[in-house]
């Protein structure tokens, strides 16, 4: 579908109801902004007309102390601002709560994310599938999302569903997402973690429910296990990963190998690229 406007993409550009609200607190905080910038700006341009060297019209007032009515508009609009953007983003901290499951008469679809060394996994855990660098979820299903870090912490981002949360090591952090209608959208690594951090990427791909139950059948007929030595070869650092797909996972993958961390590496070449070497410090 054509956008509106040319400049209607990313967060601008919704493809869900959470993206959709955090694009309203984004516009509404800009006009809410707008009403103290722009008057500023535009006092500030009269100002300094009003009072050029040239204007005999102009008074300079130096025992002018104390003005009721400025400090009235001087202090007003200020604290009307603060209170209209904290009102925001109290309501909007509420309402768009990452944890708070999302109301739908279709049930969810549960996602494992594990952010790796410089790409993404995706386990679904029910449908005993997983893929790399590619997320396929059914439109207008709502879904949960666990997501891990299997390195350094990361940050996981959708720009047109919205939410963007962080992965840890060691802990799982929860997120609840909706794509409205079928479309592919880009995902991203929004926290810098290494050389390969600008490749960092995957596609949202958002299908209808027989899509969705097609892709399934394919990704199972195409073979590949996810097992525990899959994972911990798949866990190696690597950039710019081709989109991949696994036909089974062991059970419990995420919580045995995924939520304990960094593994450790057999070799020792293996290992030393993990290694962060730095260079002594020159004394004085």
């Not at 394919?218 to 097992?227: E, H, N, P, Q, V």
Request: aromatic share 10%; charged share 15%; net charge negative.
């Amino acid at each position: 579908m054509k956008l509106a406007w040319p400049w209607q993409s990313g967060v601008l550009d919704p493809h869900g109801p959470i993206g959709a609200a955090e694009r309203t607190i984004l516009l509404d905080s800009t006009a809410i902004m707008l009403a103290v910038i722009v008057p500023v700006i535009i006092l500030t341009l009269v100002f300094a007309w009003w009072f050029r060297s040239g204007n005999p019209k102009a008074t300079r007032l130096p025992d002018w102390s104390y003005s009721g009515p400025i400090e009235v508009i001087v202090w007003s609009i200020p604290t009307l601002t603060i209170g209209f953007l904290g009102g925001i983003a109290w309501l909007g901290s509420h309402d768009l709560d990452p944890r708070a499951a999302l109301s739908s008469d279709v049930p969810p679809v549960q996602v494992q994310v594990v952010a790796m060394d410089w790409k993404w996994l995706f386990i679904y855990p029910d449908l005993h599938v997983a893929s790399v660098n590619r997320l396929v979820v059914p439109a207008g299903a709502p879904i949960s999302f666990e997501l891990t870090s299997a390195s350094v912490m990361n940050s996981f981002f959708a720009p047109q569903l919205g939410s963007m949360i962080y992965a840890m090591p060691g802990m799982a952090t929860r997120l609840n997402l909706l794509v409205d209608r079928p479309g592919t959208t880009p995902g991203l690594s929004a926290q810098f973690s290494g050389d390969g951090f600008s490749d960092m990427r995957f596609d949202v791909v958002a299908v209808d429910r027989q899509g969705f139950e097609d892709w399934l059948r394919t990704t199972r007929s195409a073979g590949g296990k996810l097992d525990d030595q899959s994972y911990r070869q798949l866990v190696r650092p690597s950039a710019a990963v081709a989109p991949m797909s696994f036909g089974d996972v062991t059970p419990g993958l995420f919580e045995r190998l995924a939520m304990t961390g960094p593994p450790a590496f057999e070799t020792a070449e293996a290992a030393a690229s993990q290694r962060v070497c730095f260079a002594p410090r020159a004394r004085n």
